[in-house]
């Protein structure tokens, strides 16, 4: 049974949305395009980049909106935006020791309300089937924008 509106942890969801919007300016501002050439071998213009960060921050808005009415939606966002804190951002940072751009607002943002989220739906009673199935789905989102990050890449003669 969930809980009352009032002792729910839905909130997180906003955050996380909002945090969508720092991120990406964060990586903009600290060289992401160049580091995701280098090191991931996808060519980025800026304005795929820009469009594509958009579209994510209004999705993360409208599903945020959902809340735990349909968690296996509301819950993709925080999913996604967990593995690219930690497959694209943490984890890289250690292995080249380097700092990547967006490795800031990924541990201060995206790790802490994310993981908040989805702890959070546990707590208030979201159905652990529900969390799971939105983990997967944020999990493949996340692998499905690299690889087609990676396709436009290849495509565009990069």
């Known amino acids: 049974m969930l809980v009352s509106p009032e002792k729910t942890s839905e909130w ?8 969508c919007a720092a991120h ?3 990586e903009y501002l600290t060289g992401w395009q160049e580091w995701a050439r280098q090191t991931l071998g996808i060519v980025m213009p800026t304005q795929r980049f820009l469009v594509a960060n958009a579209v994510l921050v209004v999705a993360a808005l409208l599903l945020a909106r959902v809340g735990w009415r349909r968690p296996v939606l509301s819950l993709v966002i925080p999913s996604a935006t967990l593995v ?3 497959f694209f951002h943490i984890l890289p940072t250690i292995a080249q020791s380097r700092v990547s751009p967006g490795l800031y607002t990924a541990a201060l943002l995206y790790v802490p309300f994310s993981s908040w989220a989805l702890v959070g739906a546990a707590r208030d009673g ?6 799971a199935t939105a983990m997967v789905a944020g999990t493949l989102m996340m692998a499905s924008v690299v690889l087609g990050a990676r396709w436009l890449s290849a495509s565009s003669g990069w």
């Open 126 to 131: 979201v159905a652990r089937t529900a969390i």
């Open 24 to 26: 990406p300016a964060e």
């Open 12 to 19: 997180t969801l906003w955050v996380v949305a909002l945090s």
């Open 84 to 86: 690219n804190a930690v």
